[in-house]
């Protein structure tokens, strides 16, 4: 793997660890992504299930580019970019410009992954 490769899979894993990170601030305290004082019995169940499927699938995506450079992983960072640009659209829609921004960067991050192994 080229010095060039290897950072881009170690930016790419930092991001996904980043998404991972939310996604536990998320379900430990809920009201911490939305400047809030007290959170709903719906709040807390959507930001658990989020943290329930981004942990185990930021892992995957932080991880798989360093195994194997085939179709599945390929496919892996593809959905995580598309996950990406959802959480962007989200932010666009709460005005919230640190999560456009970030989601952006993070869609972005992965699509280059993906090419790149491809």
């Not at 930001?47 to 329930?52: E, F, K």
């Not at 932080?62 to 640009?85: I, R």
């Amino acid at each position: 793997m080229s010095a060039g490769m290897i950072v881009l899979v170690v930016l790419n894993a930092a991001v996904s660890v980043g998404g991972m990170g939310f996604a536990a601030v998320a379900a430990a305290r809920p009201t911490a992504l939305r400047h809030g004082d007290s959170s709903t019995e719906g709040e807390r169940l959507y930001a658990s299930m989020y943290a329930i499927r981004g942990i185990p699938f930021g892992l995957l995506t932080a991880v798989v580019p360093f195994l194997k450079h085939g179709p599945a992983a390929v496919l892996c960072l593809l959905a995580a970019a598309v996950v990406q640009v959802g959480d962007a659209w989200i932010g666009v829609h709460r005005h919230e410009n640190r999560q456009i921004v970030g989601a952006t960067l993070a869609a972005a991050i992965h699509l280059i992954t993906a090419i790149a192994i491809s």
